[in-house]
């Protein structure tokens, strides 16, 4: 049975720097596994970081559920993160570095994966899950 999996980072109002929102969705059959999660203000936050923190945790909740070695697609409108994972982009020095390496690693675990770029508007479900807590709290701002 295939996989479908959807991931979106935020963070606002301001970037770097903001709050940092995380939203994931996984369909399997029937059956779906969602996070939206949050971490205040910091130096250390980027919606690189975020939209990383989101991947991985597609990945970590796929190994855990015992799912790694079905036929999985991961969606997401980041092309930083699609072309890093892809190998099309190199990982360079960055904020996200780390989750990304971290991401590399976890990879080699799914024999069956492909990973999707898709437009942002075909996103909606992850990216309400990104923002819905930093909008909660106001903190909000829409940088398209």
């Known amino acids: 049975m295939k996989i479908n999996c959807f991931f979106d980072g935020a963070c606002s109002p301001v970037n770097p720097g903001g709050a940092m929102g995380m939203g994931a969705v996984i369909y399997y059959g029937y059956e779906q ?21 989101a991947f991985k945790w597609i990945l970590e909740t796929l190994i855990e559920e015992k799912l790694n070695d079905e036929t999985i697609i991961v969606h ?16 360079k020095q960055g904020r996200y570095k780390s989750v ?3 991401c590399k690693g976890l990879l080699q675990r799914f024999p069956y994966l492909t990973i999707k770029w898709i437009p942002r ?5 992850a990216d309400t899950l990104s923002t819905i807590k930093i909008k909660e709290l106001g903190l909000f701002k829409d940088f398209s």
């Open 33 to 53: 596994f969602t996070i939206s999660d949050f971490k205040h203000q910091a130096n250390g936050n980027t919606n690189n970081v975020a939209e990383y923190l």
């Open 100 to 102: 990304a390496l971290q």
């Open 121 to 125: 508007e075909q996103n909606d479900f």
């Open 76 to 91: 997401g409108d980041s092309n930083l993160v699609i072309q890093q994972m892809n190998n099309e982009w190199r990982i």
